[in-house]
């Protein structure tokens, strides 16, 4: 089971970005899943979760610009970010609870995508 994560790049300040990040492989499910990020020289941070009935959670630093969802049918998530600051610059990393075939829930990490923001 692998996830990869994409729609990073270079935007201005009060741009916006989408990100997605695609669970694929063997699953049977997919349970909650998250955004993290990880600016250099600190420590990776969670910026947004969903649950598998999509309840969310923010970390108070995105509230209101950021919106987590996602689409079980694709076992795909996306993170639509808006309003965005030199501060959310950071490499994005997505990560999930998924239940492979012939396996016991996992919890995975994708590889990661950079986003700059330029002031």
């Known amino acids: 089971v692998q996830l990869q994560a994409s729609g990073g790049g270079l935007v201005q300040a009060g741009g916006s970005l989408r990100l997605s990040c695609a669970a694929s492989g063997s699953l049977i499910s997919v349970n909650n899943m998250a955004w993290y990020r990880q600016a250099p020289g600190k420590h990776r941070e969670l910026v947004a979760r969903?649950?598998?009935?999509?309840?969310?959670t923010y970390a108070d630093s995105v509230k209101g610009r950021f919106t987590i969802s996602r689409d079980n049918a694709e076992n795909t998530m996306y993170l639509q970010m808006s309003t965005l600051e030199p501060g959310d610059t950071a490499v994005y990393y997505c990560n999930a609870n998924v239940k492979p075939s012939g396996s016991t829930w996992a919890n995975v990490w994708g590889e990661g995508t950079q986003v700059t923001v330029s002031s």
């Open positions: 969903i649950t598998s009935v999509s309840v969310t």
